[in-house]
């Protein structure tokens, strides 16, 4: 038998390397999502003082 090890270890390595930017991408999108939500809160409490 071929050995093929080195094809398991190339596509390990794609797929670990495509999770860790899709936590990235993930994580990124949550602050993202979070910074806005705290700006519409700041323009909601400003509005509510004045």
Do not use: H, Q, T
Not at 33 to 49: D, H, P, T
């Amino acid at each position: 038998p071929k050995f093929d090890g080195w094809n398991d270890l190339i596509n390990i390595g794609n797929a670990s390397r495509f999770l860790k930017l899709n936590l990235f991408g993930e994580v990124c999108a949550f602050v993202r999502g979070y910074e806005i939500l705290m700006y519409m809160f700041k323009v909601v409490a400003s509005k509510v003082e004045k």
